[in-house]
């Protein structure tokens, strides 16, 4: 079948979806082109050389749902394959190519590659043996069950991303310029040593670990003093947090999900703990000691926190006894609190609340036994109230006609199931 020839020579972008291999031949002179997208290119093996000697200047190169697809590109034995290579290419994402079986050698020569996202490529099962792009800076690899191992060459990585797939590089070390690292349990998360994160722990910025059943061990092995962001989820045997998270002194952010048996008790230590925290979310952990014994008063930089499905028996909060004398719970420095699914709640302390001077935003959601306000009523600094999934609270707070009104009239902005209670 004769193709018409499509010229485009001043095109910057383009996307092909739905359709046939054929138009991939049909489209010349694109010399210019910066970013490609071909999605469900029926019939699509590999991008021939005749297409490729066009991406001088390509820089994004998306691949998505191209079932046939073997490889990326193939020359023939006659045709110089550094030729064809789209030498400017900056991001490569591969996306849901369930047929694709390696990656070509001369992926190595890609000297401008820096992202790398490979997503659901259940046959894949190595990277050339060639090596990466020495330039390569982001690695991400989702869903792909066969891949086994990661190439040793990332010498220049920073950011890494492990989702049910390889855990490790073969050599079964991280790179030491790592700043980000996203990791979850695959099925090659037996190999993960218990000392993995030590190589690391100077350059590390950002950590995302979920569904190891040795995360207390992990963690205990890390002392990362530029670490700024935590988030710890689906780790079913962590009861506490290890001493060593002292020594975390540059985190900004802890968040903490699905830890059934987190009892969430802190290091004893003579110096500030966590100084410069400003974040805290935990959720779903049913298991919480309560909050009088978390020592968040000692962390004095805080000024988020957010608590979502702890202890089924919580009636009040905070769970702060009204005769205690010495308050232990929030910081006076918290200006944003978000509280939700705590299903037995009732009533919000007046005593516990009070010492949240700074308190300018208030969250409530997904608490139906919840009717009451703090007696004293909410504090003045309050900007902003939101209610969701509180039916009995809601009927509370209705305008003009609620018991509540007069005690949330004057913030400025209540949202209630979503709509603003003013209209």
Not at 298 to 309: A, D, F, G, K, M
Not at 310 to 328: G, T
Request: proline letters at 6%; glycine letters at 4%; aromatic letters at 6%.
């Amino acid at each position: 079948m004769k193709v018409s020839l499509l010229r485009l020579p001043s095109l910057r972008k383009l996307s092909l979806r739905e359709c046939n291999e054929v138009v991939l031949e049909s489209v010349v002179d694109i010399t210019l082109l910066t970013e490609l997208t071909l999605k469900n290119i029926r019939e699509l093996t590999y991008l021939h050389e005749e297409f490729m000697q066009f991406l001088v200047s390509l820089k994004v190169l998306q691949l998505k749902n191209c079932d046939k697809l073997l490889n990326l590109w193939v020359t023939r034995e006659n045709v110089k394959k550094e030729e064809c290579l789209p030498r400017n290419l900056e991001v490569l994402e591969i996306w849901c190519c369930v047929n694709l079986e390696k990656l070509p050698n001369e992926l190595n020569k890609l000297t401008a590659l820096r992202e790398l996202t490979i997503m659901s490529c259940p046959k894949l099962v190595s990277f050339p043996e060639t090596g990466v792009p020495p330039m390569l800076r982001r690695l991400e690899t989702t869903m792909c069950e066969a891949l086994e191992y990661l190439p040793n060459d990332f010498s220049r990585l920073q950011q890494l991303e492990l989702f049910s797939s390889a855990c490790l590089p073969t050599g079964g070390k991280l790179p030491t310029t790592l700043k980000h690292l996203e990791i979850s349990k695959g099925v090659h998360s037996e190999s993960v040593s218990e000392t993995i994160l030590e190589e690391i722990s100077t350059s590390l910025e950002y950590l995302w670990m979920n569904g190891f059943p040795n995360t207390r061990t992990l963690l205990g092995g890390l002392s990362a003093p530029n670490l700024r962001y935590l988030y710890i989820l689906d780790s079913s045997n962590l009861k506490s947090m290890p001493d060593q998270i002292q020594s975390l002194t540059s985190l900004t952010l802890l968040s903490i999900h699905n830890c059934p048996n987190l009892e969430f008790s802190h290091p004893k230590t003579k110096g500030d703990f966590l100084p410069n925290l400003t974040s805290l979310i935990i959720s779903s952990c049913q298991k919480l000691k309560p909050l009088t014994e978390w020592g968040l008063h000692l962390l004095t930089s805080l000024r988020y926190v957010e608590i979502n499905n702890v202890h089924a028996e919580l009636v009040s909060f905070p769970d702060f006894p009204d005769n205690d004398e010495c308050y232990c719970g929030l910081p006076a420095t918290l200006t944003s609190l978000s509280i939700g699914g705590l299903r037995n709640l009732e009533s919000l302390s007046s005593k516990g609340l009070q010492n949240l001077t700074s308190l300018e935003k208030l969250y409530i959601g997904e608490c139906p036994k919840l009717q009451s306000l703090p007696k004293d009523g909410l504090l003045a600094t309050l900007s902003r109230l939101e209610i969701n999934d509180c039916p009995l609270l809601k009927q509370r707070c209705l305008k003009d006609k609620g018991e509540y009104w007069h005690k949330i009239a004057d913030i400025p902005c209540v949202q209630v199931d979503g709509s603003s209670i003013f209209e």
